[in-house]
């Protein structure tokens, strides 16, 4: 975890969607994890908010928290609701889409 971050959320109980707020018109990240064999990253996107198609060069899961989200991998469209996962491969282009305001949890493992 990153040392500037405010709040400690380790060895307590949490609920994911309560520890990142909505941002009108943005999309908003924390760091929950962060170490060289992997990430653990929650995402809050407001409606319309989203991430523009990219690659990563390793697969990522994105589990919704809250609301509604469109991820496109590899031009095929997948919607996405609360308690909904998805596995975004390596080297595919990926990107979201929020179509209601849009909590998630992505986890990405680099070994």
């Known amino acids: ?3 500037n971050q405010s ?7 949490q609920k994911l969607a309560d520890l990142i707020e909505y941002q ?3 999309v908003v990240s924390r760091t929950i994890i962060d170490k060289e064999t992997g990430t653990v990253t929650l995402f ?11 690659t990563a ?12 989200v469109e991820v496109t991998i590899s ?14 491969p390596a080297n595919e282009p990926h990107a979201l889409k929020a179509t ?8 990405m493992i680099k070994s």
């Open 75 to 88: 031009g095929k469209m997948f919607p996405l609701t609360n308690g909904e996962m998805i596995i975004m």
């Open 44 to 54: 809050a996107f407001d409606e319309e908010q989203g991430l523009s198609e990219h």
């Open 100 to 107: 209601k305001r849009f909590k998630m949890l992505l986890t």
């Open 24 to 26: 009108k018109g943005s």
């Open 7 to 13: 709040e400690n959320v380790f060895a307590q109980s």
């Open 57 to 68: 060069p390793f697969d990522a899961m994105v589990y919704a928290l809250d609301g509604a």
């Open 1 to 3: 975890m990153k040392e």
